[in-house]
């Protein structure tokens, strides 16, 4: 089993629909639970973050958490064509030195 | 100014040579680390280093050879290139955060080495 799994996708949603990306990790002690988002050829870059469990709103963006269940998701409202990225769901424990361990990631395609 | 540069972004290089990799954040961070990203997007730890000091020394060849002359710089020499090295590099910081693993790293723009 994968530490973080994600559907590599590709996800295909109509412009202006909700995308909801999903992501379940292995490790029960993970505390720390992060969203990037990644062009082609570009570096990571966050877009959210989340440590207890239920919903953190920003913008356009929610993340969802639920430990019990292992689950964390990241939904995009009102999706862009320019949202099209894959997006990487990462998990991180401080007992582990503050790594971070990534998903394999989902691609997003937003239709116009 | 850019937080976290790598250089160089490129490097083309034959089997069976040394090079190295320069990284330097402006963020005041304590921690910097390098990860690795294969051909399959998969974006994976290697080593990170506190204050100079390395933490994480994850199952990397020990071709690989990080080294931090100060807490802003974090530079990464292989040698003895190999084709499976072939990947993008990147370099992150973070500020360390002594409650849980509350560090939010931010990501240079990734050195693309090709092993040729």
């Known amino acids: 089993q994968k530490e973080v799994e994600q559907n590599s996708g590709p996800l295909s949603v109509p412009e202006g629909a909700i995308a909801s990306l999903n992501c379940t990790y292995s490790d029960r002690g993970s505390q720390s639970f992060f969203w990037y988002r990644q062009y082609s050829g570009k570096s990571p870059e966050l877009i959210m973050f989340?440590?207890?469990?239920g919903d953190k709103e920003d913008g356009r963006f929610t993340a969802q958490l639920n430990k019990a269940s292992q689950y964390v998701s990241l939904l995009i409202r009102d999706s862009q064509p320019s949202d099209s990225a894959t997006y990487l769901c990462?998990?991180?424990?401080?007992?582990?030195?503050?790594?971070?361990?990534f998903g394999t990631g989902t691609r997003l395609a937003v239709r116009p | 100014d850019t937080a976290v540069s790598q250089t160089p972004k490129y490097l083309v290089t034959q089997m069976g040579n040394d090079k190295s990799i320069k990284c330097e954040q402006n963020?005041?961070?304590?921690?910097m680390y390098w990860y690795k990203q294969d051909s399959k997007k998969f974006l994976k730890i290697m080593f990170s280093y506190n204050n100079k000091e390395l933490i994480i020394n994850e199952t990397v060849p020990n071709r690989f050879s990080p080294k931090s002359p100060d807490k802003a710089h974090l530079n990464l020499h292989i040698n003895s290139l190999e084709l499976g090295d072939s990947a993008v590099y990147f370099c992150?910081?973070?500020?360390?955060?002594?409650?849980?693993?509350?560090?939010?790293?931010?990501f240079g723009a990734g050195t693309r080495l090709s092993v040729l």
């Open positions: 992150a910081s973070s500020q360390e955060v002594r409650q849980a693993a509350k560090n939010i790293q931010y």
């Open positions: 989340i440590y207890s469990n």
């Open positions: 963020l005041g961070h304590d921690t």
């Open positions: 990462a998990v991180g424990r401080k007992s582990s030195g503050d790594k971070l361990t």
